[in-house]
């Protein structure tokens, strides 16, 4: 089918048209696999892999030392610069064996505390144990995928990325109908292992080219550099799963696991569309950024990316709030609970979308001190908000401070990239 010629004309419509159908098609895969195990462990089991995705995200962090949008963004400086890949990925490396043995260990003889403080229970600790064995691959899984984000191969980041969601959907509901819940835990824990494998299938032409393994040293060379961006993940990813991790606990201990179970089935829903998003940023806003040096070209761009994206959003939006009783139906029966806090939820991740845009120019011009302040701000201020409405709202109340953090977040983003770019033209 022939590709109309205003999409031609707009890479990031071309990368959002490919990236919906992918979106589309694992959102169906994805409707699919959420009723059954709504249906088969409950809001407990919910609230239970929950708390494990949370944990996998964080160790995706830390076991890559946080040096993910680094990548991207020095790849895509640096593409035909073999010198400096050959700097970027020594240190690189070194920061991941680094991650990784710090994961592992930490994991691994940590077994028994961190599987009482995550799931309340020792029952878990072989899990953990399992995790720590996994870390190597998550780390170089995202190593990978910095590079290939780096270099905008958005057409076959696509094909890695609905193949390697099946064959690891597969994988889940294969292990749920043979051990239920403790299957789907397993399964979700070995997914990064199929990820990197897939990943290396379909790129690993590409990463030969790039990644000059036999010239590898364990020298650190951009160490400061990278540092600044795993300080950046370490305060974005590991402090935003923690926080959603103890948030799900302090709603299991003052209202019940069910309820945990609720917030995190909207959770669900919330991240399945935003994941369309996130492709979006690090393939194309991030690369974009980076060689973006004025306040007229940024405006230039990011009302570029708002009238592109804003409206598609908008639009999906609204259809989710319309038909959110037949959504929580149709995925988690018997989820009613559900239904009140698709308002709350959707409206903050419309804000959240214009906002995260706009932090993007932090990651792209290595804006360390206002990154690392405006995630503290929003993740305290989502923390705190929660723990007070949820005392007079119940679940609900979680996501009315969802909503609440990401309209203030999104002024505070804006005044501090705008006051950038005043003082860099003051200085010129």
């Known amino acids: 089918m022939r590709v109309p010629k205003f999409i031609r004309d ?19 895969i994805s409707l699919f696999v959420q009723r059954m195990l709504a249906q088969l462990v409950g809001e407990t089991g919910i609230a239970k892999i929950g708390q494990l995705r949370n944990l996998l995200q964080l160790l995706t962090s830390i076991g890559s030392a946080g040096i993910f949008t680094g990548v991207v963004k020095y790849v ?30 930490v994991l691994f003889f940590g077994a028994g505390y961190l599987s009482q403080l995550i799931f309340d ?14 870390v190597p691959f998550i780390a170089l899984e995202r190593l990978f995928n910095g590079v290939i984000n780096g270099l905008s191969k958005y057409k076959q980041f696509a094909k890695i990325s609905i ?5 690891s959907t597969g994988l889940l509901v294969l292990f749920l109908f043979q051990y239920n819940i403790d299957g789907a835990l397993v399964a979700i824990a070995i997914t990064p292992v199929i990820q990197l494998i897939i990943l290396l299938l379909v790129f690993f032409k590409v990463l030969r080219e790039y990644v000059q393994f036999s010239e590898l040293s364990l020298k650190i060379p951009l160490a400061k550099s990278l540092l600044a961006f795993s300080l950046m993940s370490f305060f974005s990813t590991v402090l935003l799963n923690y926080v959603e991790i103890d948030i799900r606990t302090m709603i299991k201990n003052r209202i019940t696991e069910a309820d945990a179970g609720i917030w995190t089935a909207m959770t669900n829903i919330s991240k399945n569309y935003l994941v369309f998003s996130n492709a979006i940023f690090s393939l194309y806003v991030l690369p974009k950024f980076s060689g ?25 939006m609204v259809v989710v709030y319309f038909a959110k009783e037949y959504i929580v139906a149709l995925i988690y029966p018997g989820f009613t609970e559900m239904v009140p806090l698709f308002k709350w939820q959707l409206l903050g991740d419309f804000i959240r979308l214009a906002s995260v845009v706009v932090a993007h120019q932090f990651l792209a011009k290595k804006l360390v001190r206002s990154f690392i302040f405006t995630e503290v701000f929003s993740l305290a201020l989502f923390f705190g908000l929660a723990r007070y409405f949820v005392t007079y709202y119940g ?33 010129h």
Request: overall charge positive; aromatic content about 16%; hydrophobic content about 50%.
């Open 292 to 316: 973006i040096h004025t306040q007229k070209g940024f405006k230039r761009e990011l009302f570029h990316i708002y009238k592109t994206l804003l409206p598609l959003f908008g639009i999906g």
């Open 76 to 105: 895509s400086e640096h593409r035909d610069d073999k010198e400096q890949l050959r700097k970027l990925f020594s240190t690189s490396f070194v920061f991941v064996l680094l991650g990784t043995m710090l994961s592992f260990m």
């Open 395 to 427: 679940v609900e109340g979680v996501v009315m401070a969802h909503f609440i953090r990401y309209i203030i977040y999104f002024f505070v983003v804006l005044f501090l990239v705008f006051r950038y770019f005043k003082k860099q033209k003051a200085k």
């Open 10 to 28: 707009n890479l990031l419509l071309k990368m959002t048209s490919l990236n919906a159908g992918v979106i589309g098609l694992r959102l169906v």
């Open 163 to 167: 193949v390697s969601y099946v064959i």
């Open 121 to 134: 229970s020792l029952e878990y600790a072989y899990l953990i144990k399992l995790t720590s064995v996994i």
